[in-house]
């Protein structure tokens, strides 16, 4: 490796891996699946230098084991059993689940196949990794690093000055950080600063500097768990995926840990399913695609149509947002309901050149094409044409006629 190691704790992840992998753990430990990266972006290219490094970075990883001192921490965590943290005591990241090519348009293709178990846990890590090697390698990071911390300090002081008012947040920008000691500055300064009423940092997703700063690790489920236990069971209709995603974690957790998410196969659809039972054990829901304003009035009628009273559940904001934005949020929702915010590259990766736009997406599950239909066009993805087409049809069908 060229660079010092970016990944130096499997503690280095989103805490809705281990919510979602217990879970997985518990009742879908047969499961397997196949993540692929893509890169949004079509100005940016990586190097045969820059692949060769991630690949170096990604074994590194593979070597780690969780600590007994982190496995102390996650059997502290309320919703986390004694049966998991054992399983996770055995556990390690398999290098050989990886196919690393420069066989991309950007330069680069990562494949991760294998158990659910497994290639869940490669997702964050593997996009932190893509991240640094590509900022250090391809800038003067000292200048990187240097714009960022003005930047940080800049949005900090207009937190603590009461410019912005944005209720409770969190740091959710490990997948596309500028660096590991980027983020730690950033998670450190929030922790450390007093911002006002109504405003208060209430933690980050990242569990590593969840411990280490003692603050809330934040997060409950994604995208790949809908899918997954909607449509990688080839006797379901994926039209009513929320539903066995719900159900199973229902089942898992009861009333703790419950934020769900709404945008899977578009938030319509999963309002079929959130009803009376799920909207009272889950205590909110989260918006990561679509107009937020559109988003949060439906959801504070639905609330309402099933005789809830919305002040008493949680709208999680969560869609590329900064401080601004969550401040208009916050102002327009703030009176009718309870509302938070969970930011990521605003916080992890703002610096004078623009962030990277990648992501790692479940594309099969058990050998089954899987997919998601956010309410934002463009934020799909599926290697199958005719899948996406299926399940649109079988989305609209229940729209049309499941009344």
Excluded at 117 to 138: D, Q
Excluded at 147 to 162: A, E, I, P, Y
Excluded at 201 to 220: D, E, I, R
Excluded at 263 to 270: G, P, S
Aim: proline letters at 3%.
């Amino acid at each position: 490796m060229k660079l010092p190691q970016i990944i130096t704790s499997l503690l280095e992840i989103d805490a809705y891996k281990f919510s979602m992998g217990q879970t997985i753990f518990h009742q879908f430990s047969s499961y397997k699946t196949t993540w692929t990266f893509k890169c949004r972006n079509k100005d940016v290219f990586f190097t045969p230098a820059m692949v060769e490094e991630i690949k170096e970075q990604i074994k590194a990883y593979c070597e780690l084991r969780f600590t007994e001192d982190e496995l102390f921490y996650l059997e502290n965590i309320k919703w986390i059993k004694g049966s998991y943290v054992d399983f996770l005591r055995l556990w390690q990241p398999r290098y050989e689940d990886f196919t690393i090519t420069t066989d991309a348009e950007c330069g680069l293709s990562i494949e991760a196949a294998g158990t659910w178990l497994n290639t869940s846990m490669y997702e964050i890590p593997t996009l932190a990794i893509v991240n640094e090697v590509f900022f250090r390698m391809n800038y003067d990071y000292d200048t990187l690093y240097t714009s960022f911390h003005k930047r940080l300090m800049d949005k900090v002081q207009k937190l603590t000055d009461g410019t912005y008012e944005l209720g409770n947040f969190s740091e959710f920008g490990l997948r596309r950080r500028l660096s590991a000691e980027a983020q730690e500055l950033a998670v450190k300064t929030l922790a450390d600063a007093k911002i006002p009423a109504p405003s208060k940092f209430v933690g980050t997703s990242n569990v590593y500097l969840a411990k280490k700063y003692n603050l809330t690790p934040v997060g409950t489920m994604a995208h790949e768990w809908i899918m997954c236990t909607g449509q990688g069971n080839h006797k379901h209709n994926p039209a009513y995926s929320n539903w066995y995603a719900l159900d199973a974690w229902v089942k898992e957790y009861g009333v703790l840990n419950g934020i769900a998410l709404t945008d899977t196969i578009t938030t319509d659809c999963f309002l079929r399913d959130f009803q009376l039972t799920y909207a009272t054990l889950f205590s909110g829901v989260r918006h990561d695609s679509g107009d937020p304003y559109e988003w949060g009035e439906k959801m504070l009628a639905h609330y309402k149509d099933l005789g809830i009273n919305p002040k008493t559940k949680t709208l999680l904001f969560s869609d590329s947002l900064n401080f601004e934005k969550a401040d208009k949020l916050y102002r327009y929702f703030n009176e009718k309901a309870n509302v938070a915010f969970g930011i990521g590259t605003y916080i992890s990766n703002d610096t004078d050149v623009p962030a990277l736009n990648i992501v790692m997406k479940t594309t099969k599950c058990n050998g089954m094409d899987v997919a998601k239909i956010s309410d934002t066009p463009g934020k799909g993805m599926c290697k199958n044409a005719d899948y996406v087409d299926y399940l649109n049809r079988c989305i609209t069908w229940r729209l049309e006629n499941d009344r």
